[in-house]
């Protein structure tokens, strides 16, 4: 997948997931959590709405991810919904930006949703996963610990899984600032990004801190 399709794509989404989707949730519910669903992602309540490849489905009606979010929004008859004054960090998207949407790039980032729904659930089955539209990854803490899986982003290029203790280990495993991180297309599947996340888990417990 080309670099720059697959960032285009994933910034453009990353404003639609706050301005159209977790936006207008947080207006009726005050709630910005979003999930996995087929073919992207959506809200966890009132409104349903979601992301299915190159469209924007709400209450079950299609609307093509064209145009800017205005002109998406009004398609749909939705009121976009910025969360700056949720959090300070996000995609930068505004209403009168365009969307870029590659069919093949969706459809990448929404395997890799998935596959880290499905990791997630297997490593801790009590926990729901929650896909933050703030940064655009999907994961879990348990034990001091994030685990989650991001569509990528300034510093990777592509979708990867990570693991973030709280507190920063030392040794081999850890080869990011945060943590550990495995690009998705080192992983064949929901398994093996669940043994990642076991793997780092046992890590976590076993390395040392750094102090």
Do not use: K
């Not at 936006?23 to 709630?31: I, S, T």
């Not at 490849?53 to 929004?73: K, S, Y």
């Not at 973030?164 to 398994?191: H, K, Q």
């Amino acid at each position: 997948m080309d670099a720059q399709i697959l960032g285009r794509t994933r910034r453009s989404l990353h404003g639609v997931a706050e301005l159209l989707v977790a936006g207008p949730q947080y207006a009726q519910r005050q709630d910005i959590r979003l999930r996995a669903t087929p073919g992207g992602f959506g809200t966890v309540a009132a409104p349903d709405i979601r992301v299915d490849g190159v469209e924007l489905v709400v209450g079950g009606a299609r609307h093509p991810l064209a145009g800017t979010i205005a002109e998406i929004a009004a398609r749909a008859g939705l009121a976009p919904r910025a969360l700056s004054d949720v959090y300070a960090d996000g995609s930068g998207f505004g209403v009168d930006d365009a969307v870029e949407v590659d069919s093949a790039a969706a459809a990448e980032i929404a395997r890799a949703y998935a596959a880290g729904d499905a990791a997630l659930r297997a490593l801790a089955p009590a926990e729901e996963p929650v896909l933050w539209p703030e940064h655009f990854d999907i994961g879990i803490s348990v034990g001091e610990v994030n685990y989650g899986v991001s569509p990528g982003d300034s510093g990777t290029a592509e979708p990867y899984a990570y693991v973030g203790p709280w507190v920063a280990r030392s040794g081999p495993f850890w080869n990011a600032a945060f943590g550990a991180v495995r690009l998705m297309s080192e992983l064949s599947d929901a398994a093996a990004v669940a043994a990642f996340f076991r793997d780092g888990a046992e890590r976590a417990a076993a390395d040392p801190q750094v102090t």
